[in-house]
């Protein structure tokens, strides 16, 4: 997972004229330990090590072998049934671990391309896009207007900001924003299909950036799933779920409209007819949402009944490699719907930390 974050560049291949980063010396006191099937390389100053399975030992090997990216690229050509373009990816993402490692030297700089100025530009449009979300972009008068109205519950949350409204199009932050982009960027780059969806969306923003990920990547088909009440948060059912109690004078609380929602979608010009809004108390909807399979499931409905309900109802549509994320695992509530759900179907997936509140999961590829 180390590599979910990392922008991936894609070099062109140039036999003829190598390319400045071209050249990648692998240090002397790495050591390789092979057995049949893989190989583990240390550093033995550092002692930090990689362990590689087949294709990462044949990366390895070569690029020992060559001291060149495209030689190696070349060479993995040779051997495996594999996108010339997608395999220069792969290689290049492999020397930068070696590099981080220390295990290879190599002034790795990227030359650029037409393929590698419009991921650049992708990546400029998503930075952007981040921005806008976030409320960066402007930034109002000390003695200003009052921006849209604070919610009691989001009221603390600003002030601690030193801000007089909430800003931005949604309260995830950036840590959270930059997750959703890079786990539907990852989903894109490595083809999992399925639709994104969020769970809890008040004012849109982290189904905003999905959307913003299809529309950057030119994806012609997946959907984005935008789910809330639109009303705000539920009154809870304290029978059967005691501990949401501690919710009950929250009810109808954070409401953002669905026409509210939908002027935001459009606002970014990312409104079409593959934003698809599900209006209505998940107890309701998710039972039959017409959605069909999940590359990337977002959950941000703070109960535990919440949480539950989209869980029992849309995990099991999560394409093996896509991901789950929990935006609330923070709150008591939600980590208790959590944790009961994948010890009843036995979900052993690891959590991985996002910040102080989210966590995710890669539902495994059986
Ligand atoms: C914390 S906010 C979501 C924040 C949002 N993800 C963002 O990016 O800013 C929680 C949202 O969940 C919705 N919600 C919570 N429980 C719900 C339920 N049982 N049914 C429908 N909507 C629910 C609320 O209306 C609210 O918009």
């Known amino acids: 997972m180390t590599a979910l974050n990392e922008r991936v560049h894609v070099m062109s291949t140039n036999e003829s004229s190598p390319t400045p980063w071209d050249e990648v010396r692998v240090i002397s006191h790495a050591h390789e330990e092979f057995d049949d099937q893989a190989c583990v390389v240390v550093n033995m100053v550092t002692l930090e090590l990689i362990e590689l399975d087949e294709v990462g030992r044949s990366m390895w090997t070569a690029l020992r072998e060559t001291s060149s990216v495209d030689k190696t690229v070349s060479r993995l050509l040779e051997e495996f049934d594999a996108e010339a373009e997608q395999l220069q990816s792969d290689v290049r993402r492999f020397t930068e671990d070696l590099r ?3 295990l290879v030297e190599g002034d790795i700089q990227p030359v650029p391309t037409s393929a590698q100025a419009s991921r650049d530009l992708r990546a400029r449009y998503l930075d952007l896009t981040e921005r806008a979300l976030l409320g960066l972009l402007y930034k109002a008068p000390e003695n ?12 603390g949350y600003a002030v601690n ?3 007089r409204s909430m800003p931005g199009f ?8 930059r997750n959703v982009r890079a786990l539907a960027e990852y989903v894109m780059n490595e083809q999992i299909p399925g639709d994104f969806v969020e769970t809890g969306v008040w004012r849109g923003g982290a189904t905003i950036m999905m959307k ?4 950057a990547h030119e994806d012609p088909q997946r959907r984005v799933w935008v789910c809330d009440s639109f009303e705000g948060l539920p009154v809870p059912d304290i029978e059967r779920y005691p501990d949401d109690a501690f919710w009950a004078k929250s009810a109808g609380k ?16 990312l409104l079409d007819d593959r934003v698809e809004f599900l209006q209505g108390w998940f107890s309701d909807t998710m039972p039959t949402a017409p959605i069909h399979q999940i590359a990337l499931l977002r959950l941000d409905g703070d109960l535990h009944q919440s949480t539950t309900e989209v869980l029992e109802s849309l995990y099991a549509k999560v394409t093996p490699g ?12 939600c980590r208790a719907a959590v944790e009961e759900f994948r010890a009843k179907h036995h979900i052993t997936a690891e959590l991985q930390v996002i910040d102080w509140s989210a966590v995710f999961w890669q539902v ?3």
């Open 144 to 155: 200003g207007p009052q921006g849209p109205d604070v919610d009691s519950l989001l009221a």
């Open 161 to 163: 900001h030193g801000l």
């Open 212 to 215: 913003a990920v299809l529309e």
């Open 100 to 102: 981080s490692l220390g």
């Open 254 to 269: 954070i409401a953002v409209s669905l026409d509210d929602v939908r002027e935001n979608f459009a606002a970014f010009g």
């Open 322 to 333: 896509g991901f789950v994320i929990i935006d609330d695992y923070c709150i008591d509530t």
């Open 364 to 366: 495994p590829v059986i």
């Open 170 to 177: 949604t309260m995830i932050g950036f840590p959270r924003l």
